[in-house]
T-cell receptor, first 112, second 114 residues
Framework: EPEVTQTPSHQVTQMGQEVILRCVPI?????FYWYRQILGQKVEFLVS????????KSEIFDDQFSVERPDGSNFTLKIRSTKLEDSAMYFC??????????FGPGTRLTVL | AQSVTQLGSHVSVSEGALVLLRCNYS??????LFWYVQYPNQGLQLLLK??????LVKGINGFEAEFKKSETSFHLTKPSAHMSDAAEYFC????????????FGKGTLLTVNP
């Protein structure tokens, strides 16, 4: 069964550093999402992406965040200058049909 | 705006007992509703979904949920709990449109006692 994959599984970085989280969507999926889950809190929507542009973003998704699909397969989330409060599990999700999103296993980001 | 409330952050049942996890939603349009399960150190796996067809929805691993519009609820049930059901369960709502972004509840941790 096709799966969404994410790399790395765990990323440790120093505050102020840039990080790039990578997602490989299921091959025929067209809509892509990033969510995050701070430890002990609910899963929160960050951004959605379709047809090579952002279709919606949340208040969390400020100028420090960006997304792109650089090579037609990977879907990336970049955080330009990480803060302590960016420490969280980041989930990529993708969909092809009208409703169901399929989630990857997540990347745990730890900012020191 | 859409929102989800999951009553009970932690539910504990005995193996073989009924599982009932509660979810109430708020939506300005007919919603799409989902239950996802998260096993330790894993991602979110879709259990079942409601998308305006049958109000009683059956999912994987023997779980089912009933959409009740009058009560704005979408509670998850399983007649007989198994040890392998121990996980965190998230209810989510989507208002569809062009984006289908999900709004999640805070989750309910289910523990199953032998």
């Amino acid at each position: 069964e096709p799966e969404v994959t994410q790399t790395p599984s765990h990323q440790v970085t120093q505050m102020g550093q840039e990080v790039i989280l990578r997602c490989v969507p299921i091959s025929n999926h067209l809509y892509f999402y990033w969510y995050r889950q701070i430890l002990g809190q609910k899963v929160e929507f960050l951004v959605s992406f379709y047809n090579n542009e952002i279709s919606e973003k949340s208040e969390i998704f400020d100028d420090q965040f960006s997304v792109e699909r650089p090579d037609g397969s990977n879907f990336t989330l970049k955080i330009r200058s990480t803060k302590l409060e960016d420490s969280a599990m980041y989930f990529c999700a993708t969909r092809v049909d009208a409703d169901t999103q399929y989630f990857g296993p997540g990347t745990r980001l730890t900012v020191l | 705006a859409q929102s989800v409330t999951q009553l009970g952050s932690h539910v504990s049942v005995s193996e073989g007992a009924l599982v009932l996890l509660r979810c109430n939603y708020s939506s300005s349009v007919p919603p799409y509703l989902f239950w996802y399960v998260q096993y330790p150190n894993q991602g979110l796996q879709l259990l079942l979904k409601y998308t305006s067809a049958a109000t009683l929805v059956k999912g994987i691993n023997g779980f089912e949920a009933e959409f009740k519009k009058s009560e704005t609820s979408f509670h998850l049930t399983k007649p007989s709990a198994h040890m392998s059901d121990a996980a965190e369960y998230f209810c989510a709502v989507s208002e569809g449109g062009s984006n289908y972004k999900l709004t999640f509840g805070k989750g309910t941790l289910l523990t199953v006692n032998p």
